[in-house]
């Protein structure tokens, strides 16, 4: 079999696979994760695969998690390196998008990155208005993972 011919099977078997998906460019992939506010947090730990559904904001350049402690927590500060998985699928189930952030996580530590962490995750539920006294101890209470992602990508079928 010539190299041409074998690279038209394995694109027609990978296209095959993937459904007739295609990939979402930047503006498309921004529009899910905008859409939407849960997701699957997966990291490992000790070869183990582990994945958590997850409310997370974002700010253009980071992804915020926040969490009261826990396993979650646990795996992350053991294996910074994670990917963050949004899933939407149409109401009658014939499409669906996806968008998958991979990149490390390191946890908010100062003042100022509490509070734009705060606001992501507020803004990224449709949450307008000030911040509250209520918010801002909630916050003061749980750990803060920023994703630093290193790649973003997504993929449609519409």
Known sequence: MSDS???????AATNRWRF?????DDVDREA??????????ATAIDGQPYGVPVVYGYDGEHFY???AGGRKVEVVEANPLVSLTIVEVSPDASG???????????????????LK????????????GTVGPKDALRMARARVMRI??????GRTKA
Do not use: H, M
């Not at 007739?20 to 979402?24: A, F, K, P």
């Not at 899910?32 to 947090?41: E, S």
């Not at 630093?148 to 990508?153: D, G, K, R, V, W």
């Open 96 to 114: 669906w998008s996806s968008v998958i952030a991979l990149g490390c996580v390191d946890f908010v530590q100062d003042p100022s990155g509490y």
């Open 148 to 153: 630093l992602p290193a790649e973003i990508t």
């Open 20 to 24: 007739g998906s295609r990939e979402l």
């Open 117 to 128: 962490a705060l606001k992501a995750l507020r803004r990224q539920r449709g949450y307008t």
């Open 5 to 11: 011919t074998e690279n038209a099977t394995t694109a």
């Open 32 to 41: 899910v994760i905008a859409r939407n506010w849960w997701g699957t947090l």
């Open 65 to 67: 998690v926040a969490s």
